[in-house]
């Protein structure tokens, strides 16, 4: 099991970036799949990106797509998500998630065992 902290979400306007952390405890970090998701209030929660065990490999959302990154450092237990060009519609709570080994579809939420309790970004316009 692998616990997970977001950090670094916040109040940014429209236009504006933000690098969200995501800290992981656990042995198994190192093995398994990381996604972030979101929910916006009264919405489903969604994907916004995942990447695999080695960091080989990336996906992200259409909505988020050329304008955030995730990646990781296996030997500091983190996942970031960098977010830019921030739009009124980004306003959410981001989750990290984290599935050991391959995850066969990164996109769907139930593939994830592990959640953290989230960090709020919102941006105003």
């Known amino acids: 099991q692998v616990q997970l902290v977001e950090s670094g979400g916040g109040l940014v306007q429209a236009g504006g970036s933000l690098r969200l952390s995501c800290a992981a405890s656990g042995r198994t970090f190192s093995n398994s799949a990381m996604g972030w998701f979101r929910q916006a209030p009264g919405k489903e929660r969604e994907f916004v990106a995942a990447i695999s065990v080695t960091g080989g490999n990336t996906v992200y959302a259409d909505s988020v797509k050329g304008r955030s990154t995730i990646s990781r450092d296996n030997a500091k237990n983190t996942v970031l998500l960098d977010l830019n060009s921030l739009k009124p519609d980004d306003t959410a709570v981001y989750y990290c998630?984290?599935?050991?080994?391959?995850?066969?579809?990164?996109?769907?939420?139930?593939?994830?065992?592990?959640w953290g309790q989230g960090t709020q970004v919102t941006v105003s316009s």
């Open positions: 998630a984290a599935r050991r080994g391959v995850v066969v579809r990164p996109q769907n939420q139930y593939e994830y065992r592990d």
